[in-house]
């Protein structure tokens, strides 16, 4: 239920974000946030990161449900046996974040950016864009540190594969 209520946080909270952005700032528009370091610009993005395939929305909208679908799949089904808060946060951020964007797509067309980091050149992204990357960072962590101890314990738990 936790997880849920996770998803459902970061589904709103990026849709604030975004609803906020649509309600202030003409397109193109952009407000300094902190000096030297990020504004607030309003761009839509009909590609994927960096405006990647800007050209196939539907198929981004086809494989942003599809990924939600699996992500919210996988983080279900394995929730009890991987028995990992981090495994299973990481799931929830992306499948937040991917369902944030999913919902723009669906309804708009295009998905509403608008963090700008300005002391480097970079891509302008959203609220759910940082779940479904700190998410991606997190499962990363997960697989790098934590899936040998997952995997052992799994083989320990079925009586035939103990002798290993």
Request: proline residues 1%; contains cysteine.
């Amino acid at each position: 239920m936790i997880y849920i209520l996770l998803i459902a946080a970061i589904v709103i909270g990026d849709q604030v974000a975004k609803y906020f952005t649509v309600a202030n700032l003409p397109v193109g528009g952009s407000v300094t946030f902190i000096p030297g370091f990020m504004d607030f610009t309003h761009v839509q993005n009909t590609g994927a990161a960096f405006s990647m395939f800007s050209n196939a929305t539907w198929i981004l909208t086809l494989l942003s449900a599809v990924m939600a679908a699996v992500v919210i799949f996988l983080l279900f089904k394995y929730k009890k046996q991987v028995n990992s808060k981090l495994f299973n946060a990481a799931m929830a951020f992306i499948a937040g974040g991917a369902i944030g964007n999913l919902i723009d797509r669906i309804i708009q067309g295009y998905v509403t950016d608008m963090m700008q980091f300005t002391f480097v050149d970079f891509a302008i992204f959203n609220v759910a864009d940082c779940f479904v990357t700190f998410g991606a960072i997190m499962l990363g962590i997960w697989v790098l540190w934590f899936w040998d101890k997952h995997k052992k314990a799994e083989i320990e738990d079925d009586g035939t594969k103990k002798q290993s």
